[in-house]
């Protein structure tokens, strides 16, 4: 007996690693709804090495004018590790720099773009700071726009949970999407031609929409990856991985294996039950709304319909929410429309006389 409960003692303090992952730290994250499918450790602060400029790109990508020609500086020189040899006096797209950051993880072009959109590289880091606050990146400290440890031993540090929430919002740009799954790149400057290919490995696999490596020596192998299949778009981290590539395709298959995407609300479909307030008006949603589920948690969503009763509205006016809950938290709210009905498309007498009839 005191055996068992020792057991059950020690699988309540280690974390939860199943399905055999290697990784320190580990979450699969649904992209829709946010929703943690899989993880452990998910607050535990590491290094995060390149999967920085995952905001470097975002920040750059919503604050800069991508098509304006950049003039290369010498702060290039500051730069080491992984580049993009571009040099000074050499004129580059801030577009072509945000493909050489993501597909070649070019610490240079990193640097260069912190300083093409802020003015300074501490400037920009206050700003990617400001972005983590506002993200709710609770457990995530920048220091730099590149991912590497600072001469005065300062680094980078985040949660696989901060992460996900970053890439998620990323994820919701057009622009960043398009250089996140990118496999190859030419890029035309004032002095050359550069071909870029992407180090990501995922990326032959189908369901893989985009990623972005990391390593340094403290960090070790970091990881960050999209994949969407059947409806399914999910968003995986791993930090501290010596066998990332592997672990990310069983997260991901574990999910496509034991989850559906159900669909929760029909837009064609949709009626609100037991509403006598607006029964002269029509109540309607927008679109349809999907939620990755495995059979169990399917069973358990609650569709709770929340009306205002409104005396004056006009058409396309909100009058009400349908919340989507699992387990007491609320993953959507897809809002209700109202449309007052014309004559013209009220029943009439006959047609109401039919209905009383055909129900006998």
Same mark, same amino acid.
């Given at each position: ?31 829709? &709804?946010?929703?943690?499918? =899989? ?9 995060? /090495? ?78 990617? *700071?400001?972005? /983590? ?7 995530? &400290? ?21 992460? /996900? ?7 919701? *740009? ?32 189908? =369901? ?59 837009? *064609? ?43 004056? =509205? ?47």
């Amino acid at each position: 007996m005191k055996k068992n409960w020792l057991l059950l003692l020690i699988l309540l303090i280690l974390p939860l690693k199943v399905l055999g992952i290697s990784a320190s730290s580990a979450i699969t994250m649904d992209l829709d &709804t946010g929703r943690v499918l =899989y993880g452990y450790n998910l607050d535990k602060e590491r290094l995060i /090495a390149s999967t920085t400029k995952i905001m470097t790109a975002l920040i750059a990508i919503e604050k800069g004018n991508l098509d304006e020609k950049i003039t290369v500086t010498d702060i290039i020189y500051k730069a080491y590790g992984s580049a993009i040899y571009i040099e000074v006096g050499e004129k580059i797209t801030l577009r072509d720099l945000l493909y050489g950051l993501m597909l070649r993880s070019g610490n240079d072009a990193a640097l260069m773009i912190a300083q093409a959109i802020s003015g300074s590289k501490e400037e920009f880091v206050y700003l990617m *700071n400001e972005y /983590a606050t506002n993200l709710d990146m609770t457990h995530t &400290t920048f220091y730099n726009p590149h991912g590497l440890e600072e001469n005065n031993g300062d680094a980078n540090t985040s949660t696989v949970l901060d992460m /996900a929430k970053l890439t998620k919002y990323a994820m919701e *740009n057009s622009t960043f999407r398009e250089i996140f799954k990118t496999k190859d790149y030419t890029a035309k400057t004032s002095n050359k031609t550069y071909v870029w290919h992407n180090k990501n490995k995922l990326l032959n696999e189908d =369901y893989i929409t985009g990623g972005k490596t990391g390593f340094t020596e403290l960090a070790r192998r970091t990881l960050v990856s999209t994949g969407s299949k059947n409806n399914m778009n999910l968003v995986v981290v791993t930090l501290n991985d010596p066998n990332d590539w592997e672990d990310h395709r069983t997260l991901y298959n574990d999910i496509f294996s034991n989850y559906k995407s159900y669909e929760l609300i029909n837009k *064609n479909k949709f009626k609100v039950k037991n509403d006598d307030y607006y029964n002269d008006a029509k109540l309607f949603v927008k679109h349809n709304f999907n939620m990755t589920l495995n059979k169990e948690e399917y069973k358990k969503i609650n569709l709770n319909v929340n009306l205002m009763k409104l005396e004056n =509205y006009n058409d396309d006016d909100i009058v009400g929410y349908v919340e989507v809950i699992l387990d007491d938290t609320i993953y959507h709210k897809e809002p209700i429309y109202i449309k007052k009905i014309e004559e013209k498309e009220k029943m009439s007498w006959w047609e109401k006389f039919k209905g009383w009839l055909f129900k006998w």
